[in-house]
């Protein structure tokens, strides 16, 4: 990967997804995986509501095959142009990366969104749908969601009926109490809803039983470190937190001068599949 222009890409999305504070689809794509030379096929895939959302598989990198597949939940803002050199990294890396769009953002089907929205349970639906067709073309792979922000709260959501589908869950910035961030926002003057009661989200968020990461940052005062020891407290032996010196969503950064755009958050995925996928 191109380190300047990989730089470039996470200042974007830093100022993009720092500055939202609200669900803000973008539906042109910037750049594809053609931008960074990946081989990688574009797929269309229909919801059991019937929407149709476009994805991208990117190919993992033959010599390094972890026989794993990432399908990414990405946050609130963008669409999957935005994590591009994300995935390239992380095919680089021996993953078999599978990105979307969430209906209502890029190349997806059309759906009204409300920016003042903490996420659409229909995001759910678009991930389940996902979830069953990656299962279905490989079946011989591990299959894990790696989610940041609002994708947390999608993959948790999601978690039910999904359960017997997927082996592990990557999650940074993990939402793990929704009326609690809808307070932190209030805080800084930005009325934020949710689209249904919170009870679901904490039914559904305590049922995970599969491997879970949380990655942390220790600036963030939205999805907080203590927050992710909470659930862990919850959840038990099977979810590990880890924490990062910095703010939200910035851990693709993390020790950049020594390990390069990416380096240590593939050496922590890495990590973490070997000890309780693989």
């Not at 990105?99 to 409300?114: H, L, Q, V």
């Not at 940041?148 to 990557?170: C, H, L, Q, V, W």
């Not at 559904?204 to 927050?227: F, G, K, N």
Request: proline share 3%; net charge negative.
């Amino acid at each position: 990967m191109k380190t300047l222009a990989s730089l470039f890409i996470f200042v974007l999305l830093f100022y993009c997804l720092n500055d939202a504070f609200a669900i803000k689809p973008d539906r042109e794509y910037f750049m594809t995986p053609d931008s960074i030379n990946w081989d990688y096929e574009q797929l269309k895939i229909t919801t059991e509501d019937g929407y149709s959302l476009n994805s991208w598989i990117y190919e993992a990198k033959a010599e390094n095959n972890k026989d794993t597949v990432l399908i990414l939940a990405y946050p609130d803002a963008g669409n999957m142009s935005y994590f591009v050199y994300y995935a390239g990294i992380l095919a680089n890396a021996g993953y078999t990366v599978v990105t979307f769009d969430y209906r209502g953002f890029g190349k997806s089907d059309d759906f009204e969104i409300k920016a003042d929205y903490l996420y659409y349970t229909e995001f759910s639906k678009d991930l389940e749908a996902v979830i069953n067709t990656v299962e279905l073309k490989f079946k011989s792979k591990k299959i894990g969601v790696w989610a940041m922000s609002m994708g947390t709260t999608i993959t948790s959501r999601a978690y039910p009926n999904i359960k017997e589908k997927i082996d592990f869950i990557i999650g940074e910035g993990y939402v793990t109490d929704t009326l609690a961030i809808i307070d932190r926002y209030k805080s800084l003057d930005k009325a934020l809803k949710l689209p249904e009661k919170y009870r679901k989200y904490k039914k559904a968020i305590r049922s995970i039983d599969v491997p879970l990461m949380v990655l942390a940052a220790s600036e963030d005062t939205i999805t907080t470190y203590q927050d992710a020891l909470a659930l862990q407290g919850i959840l038990g032996d099977h979810c590990e937190v880890v924490q990062y010196p910095g703010e939200h969503l910035t851990g693709f950064h993390h020790q950049f001068d020594s390990k390069g755009f990416g380096g240590w958050y593939v050496e922590r995925i890495n990590s973490f599949v070997a000890k309780y996928v693989n």
